[in-house]
């Protein structure tokens, strides 16, 4: 009767639902990237397709947004220790970092136009809006889940709860996932001139 019980007692490693759900929005948002960069790469090898650099302000918007992810990561681990300002402050300074990525997004939007490259004109241009322009809107979307814990942060009572520590994990798992998105982007359209 014993084992019978202790069979019932044991406690298993389920994820939780809501992380579940955000790993398929991950994967189906993987997936809709690598149809893209899969459509460009057939595309290219059509021909009429335009070579060009890409602004050296990407490169920069990468280096703010890798930032941002560190210093979420530790507004996290600030706030799972207990450390309040800490992680009130360091949450507000990567929301800011990833309004500064898309500020510089947009810059390179201009200097790609400014070049000559438009989204009417030449595929590849075509292309570097759409790949850049869908991952900007999920930023946006990362950053409107940083609006929501900085509204909790700033507005509620600190507590740890788990419920909380569920959700700010959640945004810090979306945030890395966008980042690394972006620096695979990167790379693609890099080494596909």
């Given at each position: 009767m014993e084992a019978v019980?202790?069979?019932?007692?044991?406690t298993t490693n389920k994820?939780?639902?809501?992380?579940?759900?955000?790993?398929?929005?991950?994967?189906?948002?993987?997936?809709m990237f690598g149809a893209f960069t899969s459509a460009y790469i057939v595309r290219r090898s059509a021909g009429n397709w335009l070579e060009f650099e890409l602004p050296s302000i990407f490169f920069v918007s990468t280096i703010v947004l890798l930032i941002s992810s560190l210093v979420l990561h530790t507004s996290f681990k600030?706030?799972?220790?207990?450390?309040?300002?800490?992680?009130?402050n360091l949450l507000l300074v990567s929301f800011v970092l990833g309004i500064a990525f898309l500020v510089l997004q947009y810059?390179?939007?201009?200097?790609?136009?400014?070049?000559?490259?438009?989204?009417?004109?030449?595929?590849?241009?075509?292309?570097?809006?759409?790949?850049t322009g869908i991952h900007a809107?999920?930023?946006?979307?990362?950053?409107?889940?940083?609006?929501?814990g900085?509204?909790?942060?700033?507005?509620?009572?600190?507590?740890?709860?788990?419920?909380?520590?569920?959700?700010f994990d959640l945004t810090l798992t979306y945030w890395h996932f966008v980042?690394?998105?972006?620096?695979?982007?990167?790379?693609?359209l890099y080494i596909s001139r």
């Open positions: 019980a202790s069979r019932y007692n044991r994820i939780h639902p809501l992380k579940f759900a955000l790993w398929i929005a991950m994967a189906s948002i993987t997936m600030s706030y799972v220790a207990g450390k309040e300002a800490r992680y009130k810059q390179g939007w201009i200097a790609l136009f400014n070049n000559g490259i438009d989204l009417k004109g030449n595929p590849s241009g075509s292309f570097i809006y759409v790949l809107l999920h930023i946006i979307g990362g950053l409107a889940a940083m609006v929501v900085l509204l909790i942060a700033y507005t509620r009572k600190f507590k740890i709860t788990e419920k909380r520590k569920i959700n980042d690394l998105l972006w620096v695979y982007l990167l790379i693609f």
